[in-house]
T-cell receptor, first 114, second 113 residues
Framework: DVKVTQSSRYLVKRTGEKVFLECVQD?????MFWYRQDPGLGLRLIYF???????EKGDIPEGYSVSREKKERFSLILESASTNQTSMYLC?????????????FGPGTRLTVT | AQSVTQLGSHVSVSEGALVLLRCNYS??????LFWYVQYPNQGLQLLLK??????LVKGINGFEAEFKKSETSFHLTKPSAHMSDAAEYFC???????????FGKGTKLSVKP
């Protein structure tokens, strides 16, 4: 079974703090993704990576950055957290570029910024 | 550009009743379509997917979906709802230059005893 793990299930941070969300997958998948999920808006793609040290902006990259130094790990960074970044953050991984391949999701991190 | 519309943000059914969750997509190329389920406080889990071939796709937990190209639809059904089916369901289509998923806004399913 593919396992995607996220470093925290719940996180509370203060406005202006630098926040790191970590994601690790154990199936040697090339592609990794970060989404945020908000009620009524579904999932929106923040960033994705199709290889080590490679990254591409998704639909809502503003206020976020990412890092992928190793194939199994994909980090989402909030440089200066703001209250409008309070959300559920979901990481996913996928094998290769094949369009028919499904994405496997982690359990999510619920981030609250106060 | 690809897009997904899920009709009904909330659907309520009685236990044992038919479940029908609607999904319509827009795609300029032959689509790959997915249904995911999210139980409370969990990540998303794949229910089923359509790539090519048979248009009726069977998934886990007794769910199935039918790809209808003429209607640009991929509705999810289950003949008999169970209490454990209460969750949020997301339809998605492959889009973008890297084949990323475009998600619908989700449908929350409630099952009444």
């Amino acid at each position: 079974d593919v396992k995607v793990t996220q470093s925290s299930r719940y996180l509370v941070k203060r406005t202006g703090e630098k926040v790191f969300l970590e994601c690790v997958q154990d199936m040697d998948h090339e592609n990794m993704f970060w989404y945020r999920q908000d009620p009524g808006l579904g999932l929106r793609l923040i960033y994705f990576s199709y290889d080590v040290k490679m990254k591409e902006k998704g639909d809502i990259p503003e206020g976020y950055s990412v890092s992928r130094e190793k194939k199994e790990r994909f980090s989402l960074i909030l440089e200066s957290a703001s209250t409008n970044q309070t959300s559920m953050y979901l990481c996913a991984s996928r094998k290769g570029q094949g369009l028919s391949y499904e994405q496997y999701f982690g359990p999510g991190t619920r981030l609250t910024v106060t | 550009a690809q897009s997904v519309t899920q009709l009904g943000s909330h659907v309520s059914v009685s236990e044992g009743a038919l479940v029908l969750l609607r999904c319509n997509y827009s795609s300029s190329v032959p689509p790959y379509l997915f249904w995911y389920v999210q139980y409370p406080n969990q990540g998303l889990q794949l229910l089923l997917k359509y790539t090519t071939g048979a248009t009726l796709v069977k998934g886990i937990n007794g769910f199935e979906a039918e790809f209808k190209k003429s209607e640009t639809s991929f509705h999810l059904t289950k003949p008999s709802a169970h209490m454990s089916d209460a969750a949020e369901y997301f339809c998605a289509v492959t889009g973008g230059s890297q084949g990323n998923l475009i998600f619908g806004k989700g449908t929350k399913l409630s099952v009444k005893p």
